[in-house]
Every structure is written in structure tokens, then in C-alpha cells.
């Protein structure tokens, strides 16, 4: 897997530019996609990012016996995971890491833009307990400002998740969303699908994919 060379930062991961991958990214992209069609290609995206992220967890031996009474040095993960959904969009990925990662914990946080001060604004958390003690695999589709992120990365910290303990998951993202959050997180792992030209003056992405909410749960 490639590692962006973004101002020598290495922590920033993206999939390998595979002609399928290339393919489904041009799915999502179009305006004349169905909503069906979205979902379904969005979510063979998710599942590609869930298992790239799975890849920079730690493993630890574990001696097993086959079936053939041979004992084989075998690895396990060394700690547990759990996800955490920013809402809305976030949770459209919590099917695929569930797939992956059957029985998996996941919390989730609403944050919005308040319109007072125009910024990001906590309304709602709810995290596993013992988050500290795992693997935190952050959702969201889109790193755009990354201002909603860094919002739960902070919340995240308070509840003692250490920072190199967090693999933010995105499937479309900018340089300025990578450079804000690479730069207030230095430890923390993007691992992302595609990096965009930038935002316009709405703050959505281009060419990007319009408002991933909207498409993936067919509010618009
Ligand atoms: N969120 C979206 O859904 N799309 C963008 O382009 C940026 C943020």
C-alpha cells in the first residue's frame, strides 16, 4: 500500500490505484448513479478500506494445532478494535466493518456546524466503555475541512484513546482535510481510497461524489 508523500508524512495511507478500485470510484462519482447502484459500490469500497485497515493492526504468536495433529506458529491481533461512526454519513460504513468484524463494538458522534459560532458543535456521544483499551477505527466517507473529525479525535483523546491507536477510514478526501488533520494528529493513520483536487467555496469536495449522506441513504 502506497503511503502518501504528503510533506514527508507517511501516516497517510491510500489503497493501491487498482483498475477495480478505479472503476468503483467512478461508479460513486457519477451524478446519473442510482441510489442502489451507490450503495452497493460505496459499500465494496468500505470493505476495501476495513481490510486495509485491518493490515496495520500489531499481531503477536499464537501456536495452534491443524486438524492434521501438527503444531503451527500461527499470529492473532494483539488487541481488541471497535469503531466509531461520525453521524450521519459515518454510519453507512458500520455495515461493512461489521462484516468484516463480526460482533465488533461501535460508538457514535453527532456533531454539527453550530450557526452561532459556525463552529463544530458536540450534540451527541456514545462510546464503549473500554474504548481506551482498543483499536479505534473512525468512520467517515468524506475528509473534507476535517473539522468534524478533529472535533471526535479531541473527544476521542479525552476518553484516553491513545493517538496512534486511531485509523481514520474516509473513502474520498482533500489536501487540506489530510493536511489539518495530519497536522493537529501527527499519530493517527488516514487510510483513504482516493485524495481529490480540494473544496470549493461550499466546502465540498471536487470533482468528489456531491454529499455522500444524501446519496447513500436517498435523502435528496
Ligand atoms: N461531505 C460530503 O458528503 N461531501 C463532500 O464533498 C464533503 C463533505
Not at 21 to 31: E, G, S
Not at 73 to 84: A, N
Not at 132 to 143: A, G, Q, T, Y
Request: aromatic fraction near 8%.
Amino acid at each position: 500500500m502506497a503511503s502518501l508523500p504528503w510533506k514527508n508524512d507517511s501516516n497517510c495511507f491510500l489503497l493501491p490505484q487498482t483498475n477495480q478500485l478505479k472503476v468503483l470510484l467512478t461508479i460513486i462519482r457519477n451524478r446519473d448513479t442510482s441510489r442502489g447502484d451507490f450503495v452497493f459500490y460505496s459499500d465494496r469500497i468500505i470493505r476495501l478500506l476495513v481490510e486495509e485497515a485491518l493490515n496495520h493492526l500489531p499481531v503477536v504468536e499464537k501456536s495452534i494445532n491443524t486438524p492434521m495433529g501438527i503444531e503451527f506458529p500461527g499470529v492473532t491481533f494483539q488487541g481488541r478494535i471497535c469503531g466509531v461512526s461520525i453521524m450521519r454519513a459515518g454510519e453507512s460504513m458500520e455495515q461493512g466493518l461489521r462484516h468484516v468484524c463480526t460482533g465488533v463494538r461501535i460508538g457514535k458522534v453527532l456533531i454539527q456546524r453550530d450557526e452561532d459560532t459556525a463552529l463544530p458543535k458536540l450534540y451527541y456521544s456514545k462510546l464503549p466503555e473500554d474504548i481506551s483499551e482498543r483499536w479505534v477505527l473512525l468512520l467517515d466517507p468524506m475528509l473534507a475541512t476535517g473539522g468534524s473529525a478533529a472535533s471526535t479525535i479531541d473527544l476521542l483523546l479525552k476518553a484516553n484513546v491513545p493517538e496512534d491507536r486511531i485509523l481514520f477510514i474516509n473513502l474520498i478526501c482533500c489536501p487540506e482535510g489530510i493536511e489539518y488533520i495530519t497536522t493537529r494528529f501527527p499519530k493517527i493513520k488516514i487510510i483513504t481510497a482516493e485524495v481529490d483536487q480540494g473544496m470549493d467555496d461550499h466546502k465540498f469536495i471536487v470533482p468528489g461524489l456531491g454529499d455522500f449522506g444524501d446519496r447513500y441513504f436517498g435523502t435528496k
